[in-house]
């Protein structure tokens, strides 16, 4: 079993800039796959970034060039580094794990392990 704990979360101005923080804790041998997906009002839970468990990473075609995955293996974190926000990015933004990478990117039904989520609110 692997736990995730979420934070960072906020309300932020348009153009401003967050970052969240992802403890992970239980079975982390099982792990390949690290992630955040973020769930609007409204829409579907979407995929907004990936790392592998040899730092390769991948983001959505809407946040890639503002948003930055990352990790500290030593500290067993994994961070989104959120800048430019834009109001569109407003969702509860939701860390993920998983022991494939195929199947982090296959959608939320999929994925094996959840944090419980953090809001995050971009104001205009």
């Known amino acids: 079993q692997v736990q995730l704990v979420e934070s960072g979360g906020g309300l932020v101005q348009a153009g401003g800039s967050l970052r969240l923080s992802c403890v992970v804790s239980?079975?982390?041998?099982?792990?390949?796959?690290m992630g955040w997906y973020r769930q609007a009002p409204g829409k579907q839970r979407e995929l907004v970034a990936v790392?592998?468990?040899?730092?390769?990473?991948n983001y959505a075609d809407s946040v890639k060039g503002r948003f930055t995955l990352s990790r500290d293996n030593a500290k067993n974190t994994v961070y989104l580094q959120m800048n430019s926000l834009k109001p569109e990015d407003t969702a509860v933004y939701y860390c993920?794990?998983?022991?494939?990478?195929?199947?982090?990117?296959?959608?939320?039904?999929?994925?094996?392990?959840w944090g419980q989520g953090t809001q995050v609110t971009v104001s205009s």
């Open positions: 993920a794990a998983d022991r494939l990478i195929s199947t982090m990117r296959a959608g939320p039904a999929s994925v094996g392990s």
């Open positions: 239980g079975n982390i041998f099982s792990i390949n796959a």
């Open positions: 790392i592998t468990k040899g730092g390769s990473t």
